[in-house]
């Protein structure tokens, strides 16, 4: 069993998280506590970009948000208690993301976009 705790991470590395946001259908059970919300990426699971990852996986330079959608395309294994994806990686970021895999549906903050 890890020892590795995703939502710390998350909360760490992962930019504009949204925490009391939730995805509205059934995720497997490994990708399930990688899961985050993002202003701009919308539904996302927190993973490691297997072509950036070495001996060890350090997640505060490896660890990107990628549209739930397109984990589930690309397929995904479990190391060190990571979610890895074998995706494009760039300067500009992890790649791979096609026009119809970000999801932003649910995702407004009621609380946050009440009138006041």
Avoid at 105 to 114: F, I, K, Q
């Amino acid at each position: 069993m890890s020892s590795v705790d995703p939502q710390s991470v998350i909360e760490r590395f992962v930019y504009a998280w949204m925490p009391w946001a939730t995805y509205p259908r059934e995720l497997p059970p490994e990708l399930a506590p990688w899961y985050c919300a993002t202003e701009d990426g919308g539904h996302c699971i927190a993973v490691v970009v297997q072509s950036q990852t070495g001996e060890e996986i350090a997640p505060d330079r490896r660890l990107v948000a990628l549209p739930v959608k397109t984990v589930l395309r690309v397929g995904w294994s479990m190391r060190d208690g990571y979610v890895v994806c074998d995706v494009p990686y760039s300067k500009s970021g992890a790649g791979g993301v096609e026009d119809d895999d970000e999801e932003f549906d649910g995702l407004r903050d009621e609380r946050r976009d009440a009138p006041r």
